[in-house]
Each structure stands twice: as C-alpha cells, then as structure tokens.
C-alpha cells in the first residue's frame, strides 16, 4: 500500500529537504477528489509547463482552464528554484499512461518505453509543474533543477522509494505517448534520477559539497626536522647528566 502522504507530512518532508515553499491560496484543500481516486500514489511525475512568467505560471496551474480545470499539479517549480504549492490531493497533470510503465515505477525497474495510454496517472503520482517554455531552448537553470531534485528526493525519503531503484522520478515523456516533457538545455530525466538517488544516501539537509573533506594524511619529517629533535635530545640529556 502506497497511501499519500498527510497535507502536513507532505509539506514537511519538502521543507526538510531544503525547499524553498510559497503557499499558495486553499492549496491543502484544493483538488479534483471529486472527479476520481486519489492514490494508491507510487512516484512523482516531472512536466514542463509551455509558460513564460512566474505569477502568471502559477495561476494557470492553480486554476486551469476551461477544458482542463486546475489544479494541473501539486507544485509549480519556478526559474528561481522557489516551489508554489497549488493543490493537494487528486490533480489534473498526469492523464492516461502506459500501465507497463506504472509497474517498472512500482518495482523500481528500468523504464519501458511509452506506447499505451490505459492507465489513470493522476491517481498514482505527485505531479509538479516546472516553469519553462518547453521549445527545447529556454534554459534550466541550475537553481530550478536543484529544487525539482530536492523536491522529488523528499516525496521519495517520505514513501521510502528508492531503495531498489531509481524510477520512481519520472518524466511526463516518459508515461504518456507523444509528450516530450520536460525538455530543454539543463534538464535531462536520467540527471534527475541520478542526483535524486545521490540525495537518498545522505541526510534530508545534505548539501552537495558540504561533506567534510578527507583528514590530511601525515607527512615524513624531513631529514633537517629529524636532525633538529636528534640535537634537542642530546641537549637535554647532556643538561641532565
């Protein structure tokens, strides 16, 4: 069983992880239960949003629109690494998937390739919005990439994924046939995974780069320091004799 985290679990975990969270609204509230189940959850999805603008990227996955009412994900991941919470609980960001690639996510297996959409994915994964025009040319900054890896490691630390695999962080492209999110200079799914699974083997608040250095190794004296503490032994013993 894979029940999702509680509103109050689910915010903690993300903000032990080191992220940066904006609350936005009725978020704990907001959702689209009403419409169909919401879990058993087994992974987090990544997606770019094809928006250009934070405020306005936040509002529309908040929101949606007429044909798609929001909320359209749990998080907007925005260009400066900042995380908007805009709902809880079932959202619209998912859609119909390929059922082979939930079992690979479920097992923590290699990832099978997309070619059937049977399957509700908006039951099964935490999704989160990241903000980039999706053109394959809008960069990733580095900030933002760091928030959706802290962001994903945290859901995963919580539901204890990761222990046999890396799969259970996915891309849209890879659950729905014909998507091609998330994309574009910065981002790669199998980066994701791998700095992802780097975070796992160490504490929530782990940094890159913040482990302590190795202890120096001793060096040999040298043969003047050694001729240095022959002479001072000599003197002393001549000054006790």
């Given at each position: 069983?894979?029940?999702?985290?509680?509103?109050?679990?689910?915010?903690?975990?993300?903000?032990?992880?080191?992220?940066?969270?904006?609350?936005?609204?009725?978020?704990?509230?907001?959702?689209?239960?009403?419409?169909?189940?919401?879990?058993?959850?087994?992974?987090?999805?990544?997606?770019?949003?094809?928006?250009?603008?934070?405020?306005?990227?936040?509002?529309?996955?908040?929101?949606?629109?007429?044909?798609?009412?929001?909320?359209?994900?749990?998080?907007?991941?925005?260009?400066?690494?900042?995380?908007?919470?805009?709902?809880?609980?079932?959202?619209?960001?998912?859609?119909?998937?390929?059922?082979d690639v939930l079992k690979a996510v479920i097992t923590e297996k290699p990832l099978p390739a997309a070619n059937e959409a049977n399957t509700d994915g908006n039951r099964h994964f935490y999704g989160f919005e990241c903000e980039n025009l999706g053109d394959n040319k809008d960069p990733w900054p580095a900030a933002q990439v760091e928030a959706m890896v802290r962001t994903a490691a945290a859901l995963c630390r919580a539901h204890g994924w990761g222990k046999?695999?890396?799969?259970?962080?996915?891309?849209?492209?890879?659950?729905?046939?014909?998507?091609?999110?998330?994309?574009?200079?910065?981002?790669?799914?199998?980066?994701?995974?791998?700095?992802?699974?780097?975070?796992?083997?160490?504490?929530?608040?782990?940094?890159?780069?913040?482990?302590?250095?190795?202890?120096?190794?001793?060096?040999?004296?040298?043969?003047?320091?050694?001729?240095?503490?022959?002479?001072?032994?000599?003197?002393?013993?001549?000054?006790?004799?």
């Amino acid at each position: 069983m894979a029940a999702p985290l509680s509103v109050a679990k689910f915010l903690a975990a993300l903000k032990a992880e080191g992220v940066k969270v904006v609350e936005v609204g009725n978020w704990r509230t907001h959702n689209r239960n009403s419409k169909g189940a919401w879990g058993e959850v087994h992974g987090v999805m990544v997606h770019h949003t094809v928006t250009k603008g934070t405020a306005a990227t936040v509002k529309i996955c908040r929101d949606g629109y007429t044909a798609l009412p929001g909320p359209l994900c749990h998080g907007v991941v925005a260009k400066d690494g900042t995380v908007h919470l805009v709902g809880y609980g079932r959202a619209n960001h998912a859609g119909l998937g390929d059922d082979d690639v939930l079992k690979a996510v479920i097992t923590e297996k290699p990832l099978p390739a997309a070619n059937e959409a049977n399957t509700d994915g908006n039951r099964h994964f935490y999704g989160f919005e990241c903000e980039n025009l999706g053109d394959n040319k809008d960069p990733w900054p580095a900030a933002q990439v760091e928030a959706m890896v802290r962001t994903a490691a945290a859901l995963c630390r919580a539901h204890g994924w990761g222990k046999d695999g890396n799969t259970s962080v996915i891309g849209h492209k890879e659950w729905q046939p014909g998507k091609v999110d998330p994309r574009g200079p910065g981002v790669s799914m199998p980066d994701t995974r791998a700095r992802v699974a780097e975070r796992l083997k160490h504490a929530a608040s782990w940094s890159p780069g913040t482990s302590a250095p190795p202890a120096p190794k001793p060096t040999p004296p040298t043969t003047e320091e050694r001729l240095t503490s022959l002479e001072k032994r000599v003197t002393a013993l001549e000054n006790g004799a």
